[in-house]
């Protein structure tokens, strides 16, 4: 499986983004999907997951309420809807697959896309 992220960019306080990730080679329903971001100088965190067909989703309390994850299974695609951003938001970004639970970890990653969040 492939994974392409796109989206970012450079956005004000309070603004909005939305990162897109595009599958390739593999059944896209079949993996759950999530987001994970970098920031400078710090560890990668988990940002939200999605299940395979969109019914469940989780997200690190920081994000809740601002974040949203949604998936178009047709064009093997997952997004991330982000609202009201704030400046430690920025990071990089990146989308991965997992065949099993979110607990039993990601199976492939894409590039990432960096969000700058300017104050």
């Known amino acids: 499986v492939q994974l392409q992220a796109s989206g970012g960019g450079l956005v004000q306080a309070g603004g909005s983004l939305r990162l897109s990730c595009v599958a390739s080679g593999g059944t896209f329903s079949s993996y759950g999907m999530g987001w994970f971001r970098q920031a400078p100088g710090k560890e990668r965190e988990f940002v939200g997951t999605?299940?395979?067909?969109?019914?469940?989703?989780l997200y690190v309390d920081s994000v809740k309420d601002r974040f949203t994850i949604s998936r178009d299974n047709a064009k093997s695609t997952v997004y991330m809807q982000m609202n009201s951003l704030k400046p430690e938001d920025t990071a990089v970004y990146y989308c991965a697959a997992r065949r099993g639970t979110h607990s039993q970890g990601y199976n492939y990653w894409g590039q990432g896309t960096l969000v700058t969040v300017s104050s």
């Open positions: 999605i299940s395979g067909y969109g019914g469940s989703t």
